[in-house]
T-cell receptor, first 113, second 116 residues
Framework: DGGITQSPKYLFRKEGQNVTLSCEQN?????MYWYRQDPGQGLRLIYY???????QKGDIAEGYSVSREKKESFPLTVTSAQKNPTAFYLC????????????FGNGTRLTVT | AQTVTQSQPEMSVQEAETVTLSCTYD???????LFWYKQPPSRQMILVIR??????QNATENRFSVNFQKAAKSFSLKISDSQLGDAAMYFC?????????????FGKGITLSVRP
């Protein structure tokens, strides 16, 4: 079955370390997205990519970086510059057309201490 | 920029009763898509229903239906015959028609509890 895989489910890091969250999809979708979820904040867009080797900043891109070298993969790096990195991170992909819904992965809970 | 507002952070409903979750949005576009997503305790995001702005008929999916009021920029979700499994956080989302793969803008969500 097609879907989106995020790994790991839980991730722990020490403050000051960079950490990379994995996101892989086999839905053949061109567009991929990273959202951050905090209590009471809903889903906020970090970065998105509409095609390989191209990506755009979302609403809260500071302290994050991404790459899109393959259609199937869109890893997110949380850098030490991100002031409040502890959160739940959701990756999603989307087919063609604005009527297409987002397909989400199961998320990664990142805890930085 | 488009904004989505879900003003009620929490709601509660008795099992088998009907509940309506509110959502308003702000946009200058005439064509767009609206979505409701459900996030149960597992935190998996599940599409509940979607509505195209050009369609006057309200979308329906089994026990879930929407009340889409384009002029008022309102997109509420009605859940009929509520079940314990409906307990979750619900997010309203807006998709612009600009661009082939436009981003979705989400509201802050509403937590729905179902009383047995």
């Amino acid at each position: 079955d097609g879907g989106i895989t995020q790994s790991p489910k839980y991730l722990f890091r020490k403050e000051g370390q960079n950490v990379t969250l994995s996101c892989e999809q086999n839905l053949n979708h061109d567009a991929m997205y990273w959202y951050r979820q905090d209590p009471g904040q809903g889903l906020r867009l970090i970065y998105y990519s509409q095609i390989v080797n191209d990506f755009q900043k979302g609403d809260i891109a500071e302290g994050y970086s991404v790459s899109r070298e393959k259609k199937e993969s869109f890893p997110l790096t949380v850098t030490s510059a991100q002031k409040n990195p502890t959160a739940f991170y959701l990756c999603a992909s989307r087919g063609q057309g604005y009527n297409s819904p987002l397909h989400f992965g199961n998320g990664t809970r990142l805890t930085v201490t | 920029a488009q904004t989505v507002t879900q003003s009620q952070p929490e709601m509660s409903v008795q099992e088998a009763e009907t509940v309506t979750l509110s959502c308003t949005y702000d946009t200058s576009e005439s064509d767009y898509y609206l979505f409701w997503y459900k996030q149960p305790p597992s935190r998996q995001m599940i599409l509940v229903i979607r509505q195209e702005a050009y369609k006057q008929q309200n979308a329906t999916e089994n026990r879930f239906s929407v009340n889409f009021q384009k002029a008022a920029k309102s997109f509420s979700l009605k859940i009929s015959d509520s079940q314990l499994g409906d307990a979750a956080m619900y997010f309203c989302a807006y998709s612009s028609s600009t661009g082939a793969n436009s981003k979705l803008t989400f509201g802050k969500g509403i937590t729905l509890s179902v009383r047995p």
